[in-house]
């Protein structure tokens, strides 16, 4: 069992940074893979940054180039840079975690881009 807690989402103006915070009970050093997912209101989620424990990280085309995914095995962190941030990100992000077949999930945080 893999719990995760979100923290960092804000109230931020457009063209601004935050970064989110994703502390797991145990040691992501036993994942397949960790990532983000968003869901914005009347929307379906949809996946943002996925990670995993070996290979390359993929991005979605909305965010590829202003968010960076990136983990601290050691402290069993995933973080999620997000710059230049715009009105369109505004959803409530999820950090999961891939172990064999099973998914894990957080309970959110909120990101609000507006002016």
């Known amino acids: 069992q893999v719990q995760l807690v979100e923290s960092g989402g804000a109230l931020v103006q457009p063209g601004g940074s935050l970064r989110l915070s994703c502390a797991a009970s145990?040691?992501?050093?036993?994942?397949?893979?960790m990532g983000w997912e968003r869901q914005a209101p009347g929307k379906q989620r949809e996946l943002v940054a996925h990670?995993?424990?070996?290979?390359?990280?993929h991005y979605s085309d909305s965010v590829k180039g202003r968010f960076t995914i990136s983990r601290d095995v050691a402290k069993n962190m995933v973080y999620l840079q997000m710059n230049n941030l715009k009105p369109e990100d505004t959803a409530i992000y999820y950090c999961?975690?891939?172990?064999?077949?099973?998914?894990?999930w957080g309970q959110g945080t909120q990101v609000t881009v507006s002016s």
């Open positions: 999961y975690a891939h172990r064999g077949v099973s998914e894990y």
């Open positions: 145990g040691s992501i050093a036993n994942t397949d893979a």
């Open positions: 990670m995993p424990m070996v290979g390359s990280t």
